[in-house]
């Protein structure tokens, strides 16, 4: 993603071809098309009247100005092509976004088919039956032929190559359509209003036949704005190559919504200024629309012929091609640019997140004419039944943007903000619910067919997001229950509608034969209904299980990771505590070897005897237990290992008394400080020679030594015993191949006087099977949880006799494999010459 800034610069300069009055006409010639010219005599006049709908069209720009201010400021902030999904995704995730996406998609490819099969309604009214060659079928009334077919699959092709290959010329050609859109409606209605003798022509103001006051007509009307405006956020998908700040993309936006304004509203002029002068009001010609053909029954057609002649004609039909124009060029780039950044995202395969050396995401494109070819077939009236529900995926893409600026203006404090955001949420929630509810609104019952296809868009909406959560293997879908309820919503409300609907037009069939036709249908509908609900359940089932097994391993995972957390800070603060000892022991041998150096320096006879020797014993000291000090700095580095069980001995040959002497180095002198009888003892063992870890050895003599220190007062006595219980004897082993092995048993036992340890501690170290529990304890049991983890290594057993105010001892046996004498380094035996 691209970081915001001023100027707007990038090393990519061929990229940054968008000028103002490109983005402008990017904004405005998506939002306008073919029909701003269809919809005065269809939907705005019967409805509402000529004042009624130009007042909805006026407040419903209100309303895409707050929408805009939102996702304007969003624009500023996360400079994306990927427009609304990409700002979904930064502001409530990978869920959220999809369901963005998967709006933004089957609106923009809708109004892309819809004007794609206008230019063949366009030619049947201006040239005939020209097209009507080949094979012929019908499909909901409206009839296919070949070479209608024909023609809409060019016009697709030829955009689709324009957009991918049309390089630099795409912004000046879609700019001069975009202009000629505008002043072409400018220059008719002017035209027409210089030509026309009617007056009163706005007479009556609202419809008066259909049922409802003024203010209900206004208001329907106005729930449909999302179908006029939608595609004018469409320059979302350009921010990345804009040559001006973004922070003027809202004045643009302004601009393009007040442009989008004059252009519905001057043809609903048109229409009700041009009426045949024999009907003596627009409601009167309305009425006879139905027994009219050619350009008569259409109220735009019809005022412009009639007093423009065949030269304003021919300006109606330059300035409709040229909505056609923008609106599919301008919706195949900003759906290719929004299918890249899913692909970029892995909801669609990685070949389409390439793009050209312009930046145009040529694969993208043509996966966009790849899903259209089908369309032809389908008719124009198929098409018509999907555009009337794009008011609703518009709807939920404009709340998704508004919920993202009220969060980010929360955020970051902005009343403001949040006021715009909450505003434009709450908007677009009416937006949503008020035309897809039957009878709620005048005129806003959608059609059988239009109810059926919302529910199969929102079934492979599921169908899909199940796919990506099922295939997503960085775990990023799946995160939110809010978008799990929504698309549960989604699918059983339009699945519900549809079939109400459905069986609301098939009642009169009873009037006509009777109940069985009726049953016949319901029965079918009930059944096609029971399906998709089968489907929905099937499908969130899996969802909703593999959600919860992912929070189960997630759980685990987290309870797994705190216990590690505390593996470690126990490892690593007993690691510290015998760190401390060695470095007391290092400090305490310097110091000695320094004073002994300081009694030469004060004799100046020479130097004596007995500083000599305290001196190299001071060294020879220090040497050993630096030794010991390097391992454990090592040892800190598998923290991770034993908290994993993977810790492995690594047995050497080894004098076992040599481990005691090290031990004892250490603790002389902090046993001296406090007063304590510190004796090490070895019995004498007929096997000295063993393999062990000769460092965790000492670690367990460290452990459990520095723990009777703990309990032992000043004056008290601690005794270190090893001693070798019975005679060597063979284990057959059989690694690699057959071979026997010595062994003996030894025991080590460490007896204190002190106070003794608590009953509760010494059951836990000796009875307890999982040694990992002792970590969650604090103080002694720490260093606890480390021998007893160290002995279970070694496989060997551990006993405490302990007495309150009778001292403690604990036994510890121990099995080792026999090494030979001469396999021991030799410095070890001259270490232990002298040993104890």
């Given at each position: 993603?691209?970081?915001?800034?001023?100027?707007?610069?990038?090393?990519?300069?061929?990229?940054?071809?968008?000028?103002?009055?490109?983005?402008?006409?990017?904004?405005?010639?998506?939002?306008?098309?073919?029909?701003?010219?269809?919809?005065?005599?269809?939907?705005?006049?019967?409805?509402?009247?000529?004042?009624?709908?130009?007042?909805?069209?006026?407040?419903?720009?209100?309303?895409?100005?707050?929408?805009?201010?939102?996702?304007?400021?969003?624009?500023?902030?996360?400079?994306?092509?990927?427009?609304?999904?990409?700002?979904?995704?930064?502001?409530?995730?990978?869920?959220?976004?999809?369901?963005?996406?998967?709006?933004?998609?089957?609106?923009?490819?809708?109004?892309?088919?819809?004007?794609?099969?206008?230019?063949?309604?366009?030619?049947?009214?201006?040239?005939?039956?020209?097209?009507?060659?080949?094979?012929h079928y019908q499909v909901a009334g409206f009839d296919v032929y070949a070479g209608e077919m024909i023609t809409t699959w060019a016009v697709l092709i030829a955009?689709?190559?324009?957009?991918?290959?049309?390089?630099?010329?795409?912004?000046?050609?879609?700019?001069?359509?975009?202009?000629?859109?505008?002043?072409?409606?400018?220059?008719?209605?002017?035209?027409?209003?210089?030509?026309?003798?009617?007056?009163?022509?706005?007479?009556?103001?609202?419809?008066?036949?259909?049922?409802?006051?003024?203010?209900?007509?206004?208001?329907?009307?106005?729930?449909?704005?999302?179908?006029?405006?939608?595609?004018?956020?469409?320059?979302?998908?350009?921010?990345?190559?804009?040559?001006?700040?973004?922070?003027?993309?809202?004045?643009?936006?302004?601009?393009?919504?007040?442009?989008?304004?004059?252009?519905?509203?001057?043809?609903?002029?048109?229409?009700?200024?041009?009426?045949?002068?024999?009907?003596?009001?627009?409601?009167?010609?309305?009425?006879?629309?139905?027994?009219?053909?050619?350009?008569?029954?259409?109220?735009?057609?019809?005022?412009?012929?009639?007093?423009?002649?065949?030269?304003?004609?021919?300006?109606?039909?330059?300035?409709?091609?040229?909505?056609?124009?923008?609106?599919?060029?301008?919706?195949?780039?900003?759906?290719?640019?929004?299918?890249?950044?899913?692909?970029?995202?892995?909801?669609?395969?990685?070949?389409?997140?390439?793009?050209?050396?312009?930046?145009?995401?040529?694969?993208?494109?043509?996966?966009?004419?790849?899903?259209?070819?089908?369309?032809?077939?389908?008719?124009?009236?198929?098409?018509?039944?999907?555009?009337?529900?794009?008011?609703?995926?518009?709807?939920?893409?404009?709340?998704?943007?508004?919920?993202?600026?009220?969060?980010?203006?929360?955020?970051?404090?902005?009343?403001?903000?949040?006021?715009?955001?909450?505003?434009?949420?709450?908007?677009s929630l009416f937006f949503f619910f008020c035309p897809i509810i039957p009878d709620l609104l005048l005129g806003s019952t959608l059609e059988t067919e239009s109810?059926?296809?919302?529910?199969?868009?929102?079934?492979?909406?599921?169908?899909?997001?199940?796919?990506?959560?099922?295939?997503?293997?960085?775990?990023?879908?799946?995160?939110?229950?809010?978008?799990?309820?929504?698309?549960?919503?989604?699918?059983?409300?339009?699945?519900?509608?549809?079939?109400?609907?459905?069986?609301?037009?098939?009642?009169?069939?009873?009037?006509?034969?009777?109940?069985?036709?009726?049953?016949?249908?319901?029965?079918?509908?009930?059944?096609?209904?029971?399906?998709?609900?089968?489907?929905?359940?099937?499908?969130?089932?899996?969802?909703?299980?593999?959600?919860?097994?992912?929070?189960?391993?997630?759980?685990?995972?987290?309870?797994?990771?705190?216990?590690?957390?505390?593996?470690?800070?126990?490892?690593?603060?007993?690691?510290?505590?015998?760190?401390?000892?060695?470095?007391?022991?290092?400090?305490?041998?310097?110091?000695?070897?320094?004073?002994?150096?300081?009694?030469?320096?004060?004799?100046?006879?020479?130097?004596?005897?007995?500083?000599?020797?305290?001196?190299?014993?001071?060294?020879?000291?220090?040497?050993?237990?630096?030794?010991?000090?390097?391992?454990?700095?090592?040892?800190?580095?598998?923290?991770?290992?034993?908290?994993?069980?993977?810790?492995?001995?690594?047995?050497?040959?080894?004098?076992?008394?040599?481990?005691?002497?090290?031990?004892?180095?250490?603790?002389?002198?902090?046993?001296?400080?406090?007063?304590?009888?510190?004796?090490?003892?070895?019995?004498?063992?007929?096997?000295?020679?063993?393999?062990?870890?000769?460092?965790?050895?000492?670690?367990?003599?460290?452990?459990?030594?520095?723990?009777?220190?703990?309990?032992?007062?000043?004056?008290?006595?601690?005794?270190?015993?090893?001693?070798?219980?019975?005679?060597?004897?063979?284990?057959?082993?059989?690694?690699?191949?057959?071979?026997?092995?010595?062994?003996?048993?030894?025991?080590?036992?460490?007896?204190?006087?002190?106070?003794?340890?608590?009953?509760?501690?010494?059951?836990?170290?000796?009875?307890?099977?999982?040694?990992?529990?002792?970590?969650?304890?604090?103080?002694?049991?720490?260093?606890?949880?480390?021998?007893?983890?160290?002995?279970?290594?070694?496989?060997?057993?551990?006993?405490?006799?302990?007495?309150?105010?009778?001292?403690?001892?604990?036994?510890?046996?121990?099995?080792?494999?026999?090494?030979?004498?001469?396999?021991?380094?030799?410095?070890?035996?001259?270490?232990?010459?002298?040993?104890?």
């Amino acid at each position: 993603m691209n970081t915001p800034n001023d100027a707007g610069t990038s090393s990519n300069n061929n990229v940054r071809l968008l000028y103002p009055l490109n983005v402008w006409a990017l904004s405005f010639g998506c939002a306008v098309g073919w029909g701003a010219f269809m919809m005065p005599g269809n939907l705005f006049l019967p409805h509402a009247g000529p004042v009624g709908s130009i007042l909805a069209i006026a407040l419903g720009s209100i309303t895409m100005l707050i929408i805009g201010a939102n996702f304007c400021k969003l624009a500023q902030k996360y400079r994306d092509n990927g427009g609304f999904y990409a700002y979904v995704q930064q502001v409530m995730g990978h869920d959220h976004a999809f369901l963005a996406a998967w709006a933004l998609i089957v609106t923009y490819l809708s109004i892309i088919w819809a004007n794609a099969t206008a230019v063949v309604v366009l030619v049947r009214f201006f040239f005939g039956d020209i097209l009507q060659k080949g094979f012929h079928y019908q499909v909901a009334g409206f009839d296919v032929y070949a070479g209608e077919m024909i023609t809409t699959w060019a016009v697709l092709i030829a955009f689709a190559f324009f957009s991918a290959y049309g390089g630099k010329a795409k912004r000046p050609i879609h700019t001069m359509m975009a202009l000629l859109l505008f002043f072409g409606v400018v220059l008719l209605f002017c035209g027409v209003l210089a030509m026309s003798t009617n007056h009163a022509s706005f007479y009556p103001a609202f419809d008066p036949d259909i049922g409802g006051t003024p203010t209900l007509q206004i208001f329907s009307m106005l729930m449909v704005t999302p179908w006029m405006f939608f595609g004018y956020e469409s320059i979302t998908h350009g921010g990345e190559e804009f040559r001006f700040p973004i922070q003027r993309t809202f004045p643009i936006i302004i601009g393009a919504v007040i442009a989008a304004f004059l252009a519905y509203s001057l043809p609903i002029a048109i229409a009700v200024i041009g009426r045949p002068p024999e009907f003596a009001t627009w409601h009167d010609y309305l009425l006879a629309l139905s027994h009219l053909q050619g350009f008569d029954s259409l109220p735009v057609f019809h005022g412009v012929e009639s007093l423009l002649g065949p030269g304003g004609l021919a300006l109606l039909a330059a300035t409709v091609l040229a909505g056609i124009f923008t609106g599919v060029n301008g919706l195949y780039r900003g759906c290719s640019f929004l299918l890249q950044s899913m692909a970029k995202n892995k909801l669609l395969p990685d070949i389409f997140a390439q793009q050209a050396a312009d930046g145009t995401p040529r694969k993208a494109v043509f996966l966009i004419l790849l899903v259209s070819l089908p369309i032809p077939f389908l008719g124009r009236t198929a098409i018509v039944w999907l555009v009337d529900a794009i008011t609703i995926s518009g709807s939920i893409a404009y709340a998704y943007v508004s919920l993202c600026r009220y969060r980010e203006a929360k955020a970051e404090n902005s009343p403001s903000g949040k006021a715009l955001g909450a505003a434009g949420f709450i908007i677009s929630l009416f937006f949503f619910f008020c035309p897809i509810i039957p009878d709620l609104l005048l005129g806003s019952t959608l059609e059988t067919e239009s109810y059926l296809l919302l529910a199969v868009w929102s079934i492979l909406g599921l169908i899909y997001y199940w796919y990506i959560f099922k295939h997503d293997e960085q775990e990023r879908f799946g995160k939110s229950f809010s978008l799990c309820t929504v698309l549960l919503f989604l699918n059983f409300f339009s699945t519900a509608l549809w079939l109400r609907q459905a069986t609301i037009t098939k009642i009169p069939l009873a009037q006509m034969g009777g109940y069985a036709p009726v049953h016949e249908v319901l029965n079918q509908n009930s059944s096609i209904q029971l399906v998709l609900i089968m489907l929905i359940l099937l499908f969130m089932a899996d969802i909703f299980t593999t959600m919860r097994r992912r929070e189960h391993a997630m759980s685990k995972l987290v309870i797994a990771e705190q216990q590690a957390s505390r593996t470690r800070r126990a490892y690593l603060s007993n690691m510290t505590h015998d760190i401390g000892l060695t470095m007391n022991a290092i400090m305490s041998y310097v110091k000695l070897a320094r004073k002994s150096g300081e009694d030469y320096q004060d004799n100046t006879e020479g130097c004596p005897h007995n500083a000599l020797d305290g001196l190299q014993q001071g060294l020879i000291h220090t040497d050993s237990i630096s030794h010991y000090f390097l391992h454990l700095v090592k040892e800190m580095e598998k923290v991770d290992r034993i908290q994993s069980n993977t810790l492995e001995l690594y047995s050497v040959p080894t004098d076992i008394r040599y481990n005691l002497k090290q031990v004892k180095d250490i603790f002389t002198t902090q046993m001296q400080d406090k007063n304590i009888d510190f004796m090490v003892y070895t019995a004498e063992l007929e096997n000295p020679y063993v393999y062990c870890d000769k460092n965790r050895l000492q670690r367990i003599l460290l452990n459990l030594i520095s723990l009777a220190y703990e309990f032992t007062p000043a004056g008290g006595s601690i005794a270190v015993t090893l001693a070798q219980k019975g005679f060597a004897y063979h284990i057959e082993r059989t690694d690699s191949q057959r071979h026997f092995q010595l062994y003996a048993d030894y025991e080590l036992r460490i007896k204190d006087s002190g106070t003794g340890i608590p009953a509760e501690m010494s059951n836990d170290f000796v009875n307890s099977s999982d040694w990992e529990k002792l970590f969650k304890k604090i103080g002694p049991e720490r260093s606890l949880a480390i021998t007893k983890h160290l002995i279970k290594l070694f496989h060997g057993t551990v006993n405490i006799i302990t007495e309150p105010g009778q001292g403690t001892e604990i036994i510890i046996s121990l099995t080792l494999a026999l090494a030979k004498q001469s396999a021991v380094p030799i410095h070890l035996e001259q270490e232990t010459a002298n040993l104890i």
